[in-house]
């Protein structure tokens, strides 16, 4: 009676340890749960259907000939609240700089549009393909700059220079990262 | 009497069985009171157990007939030695001991009742629930692993990300058609909201 008691532990011991400990050619997981931030949450969906609608919004009174509106919609994007850490929020904001700033150029407005498009440079924590786009935009703003110069004005050139530097710039960004895309595919 | 006059060579040791019947209200003769009293002596001695190993057949019938007659009337006995034994087979059969039974042996109740089986079933049970648990315990609870924190990478699109890879170069005649970026942007991370939120098993 007592061997078989102590066989039946023995095996059942056995069998416990085999299971618990049968799988170690695979490494022990380390337990870290999904980070709310680095997911896509509803706070982000917010965030980008908000500014999807404003850019909707700023294309109606474009179309209704009403471009002051349009630039108070575009700007509404500027303060819209993202998750922290978000990198959609970068982007976003970028692209709503870029289409501020046209906006801005074509109503006039160069000087505001130049500050728009070098604060959301000077914003950025990485390269994308919306800061090169912002290069070209100011790129642009440089050239409206340069026509409202007399020809004979030396900051002609000075702006035609900045011009071709900022689009230089946005087609070295798109280098960059076009190679590094290629490169992660 | 009537017999031994009719057969007056007819002797103690013929067939009682056999011979003829006395009248009723004949008396009985000398010989029939001593066979009557010796075969007295032997119902006794059969009673008490004590039954003579040899006996000629016409006593083994009428002794057999005495028995019968005794035990329909209700009071008989059996030895403690036999109401043993029948008790035992009774319980061995209900325990199921079909090798004891076939050879007829009989088994003290105290060993053939075995005892240990129904406490070996329970300890067997309670160990291996304790060993579930164990187990259990040892393996943790499923959990979903973040790419780069584990084994089990969550999927690229239901993650928070740079949208490079889905927006690509700008053109410079497109660089103020941010309306139609976004749109794109917002489908793309819908998709992966709405998947991750069926795969959590909730509704969007």
């Known amino acids: 009676?007592?061997?078989?008691?102590?066989?039946?532990?023995?095996?059942?011991?056995?069998?416990t340890g085999y299971?618990?400990?049968?799988?170690?050619?695979?490494?022990?997981?380390?337990?870290?749960?999904?980070?709310?931030?680095?997911?896509?949450?509803?706070?982000?969906?917010?965030?980008?259907?908000?500014?999807?609608?404003?850019?909707?919004?700023?294309?109606?009174?474009?179309?209704?000939?009403?471009?002051?509106e349009a630039i108070a919609a575009v700007r509404e994007i500027l303060s819209l609240k993202f998750p922290a850490g978000a990198p959609e929020a970068e982007d976003v904001r970028n692209d709503a700089r870029a289409s501020l700033a046209?906006?801005?150029?074509?109503?006039?407005?160069?000087?505001?549009?130049m500050k728009v498009v070098t604060e959301g440079i000077a914003q950025s924590q990485r390269e994308s393909f919306f800061v090169a786009n912002l290069y070209t935009v100011k790129g642009e703003i440089h050239e409206a700059r340069a026509a409202l110069l007399e020809p004979t004005d030396p900051n002609v050139k000075v702006e035609k220079r900045a011009a071709i530097e900022a689009y230089d710039k946005s087609n070295q960004i798109n280098t960059v990262l076009q190679q590094r895309l290629m490169e992660e595919r | 009497v009537n017999a031994l006059k009719e057969n007056p060579m007819a002797t103690d040791d013929d067939d009682i069985l056999t011979g003829p019947v006395p009248a009723p209200e004949v008396e009985a003769t000398a010989s029939e009171r001593m066979r009557a009293k010796s075969f007295g002596e032997l119902v006794d001695k059969t009673l008490t157990g004590?039954?003579?190993?040899?006996?000629?057949?016409?006593?083994?019938?009428?002794?057999?007939?005495?028995?019968?007659?005794?035990?329909?009337?209700?009071?008989?006995?059996?030895?403690?030695?036999?109401?043993?034994?029948?008790?035992?087979?009774?319980l061995r059969q209900a325990v199921g001991d079909v090798a004891a039974k076939t050879s007829g042996a009989a088994i003290p109740i105290t060993r053939a009742r075995k005892k240990w089986v129904p406490w070996a079933v329970?300890?067997?049970?309670?160990?291996?629930?304790?060993?579930?648990?164990?187990?259990?315990?040892?393996?943790?609870?499923?959990?979903?692993?973040?790419?780069?924190?584990?084994?089990?990478?969550?999927?690229?699109?239901?993650?928070?990300?740079?949208?490079?890879?889905l927006i690509g170069p700008i053109?410079?005649?497109?660089?103020?058609?941010?309306?139609?970026?976004?749109?794109?942007?917002?489908?793309?991370?819908l998709d992966g909201y709405r998947e991750r939120q069926l795969a959590r098993g909730r509704k969007p």
């Open chain 1, 1 to 15: 009676m007592k061997y078989w008691y102590g066989s039946l532990l023995i095996a059942v011991i056995a069998i």
């Open chain 1, 102 to 113: 046209k906006l801005l150029v074509g109503q006039g407005n160069v000087e505001e549009a």
């Open chain 2, 122 to 165: 329970a300890g067997a049970s309670a160990l291996v629930a304790a060993a579930a648990v164990l187990l259990l315990w040892l393996r943790g609870p499923e959990r979903i692993y973040v790419q780069g924190g584990g084994d089990v990478a969550m999927p690229e699109h239901w993650k928070s990300r740079p949208t490079d890879p």
């Open chain 2, 50 to 90: 004590r039954t003579p190993p040899a006996m000629s057949a016409d006593d083994r019938a009428l002794l057999e007939v005495a028995t019968v007659i005794r035990a329909a009337s209700g009071n008989v006995e059996l030895a403690a030695a036999k109401r043993r034994s029948i008790v035992e087979d009774a």
């Open chain 1, 19 to 68: 299971i618990s400990c049968g799988n170690d050619r695979e490494p022990t997981p380390t337990v870290r749960t999904a980070d709310p931030a680095e997911v896509i949450g509803e706070d982000l969906m917010i965030s980008l259907s908000k500014a999807k609608n404003f850019h909707h919004k700023a294309r109606v009174y474009m179309s209704d000939g009403k471009p002051a």
């Open chain 2, 171 to 189: 053109a410079q005649e497109r660089a103020g058609d941010a309306s139609a970026r976004i749109d794109a942007i917002y489908a793309d991370r």
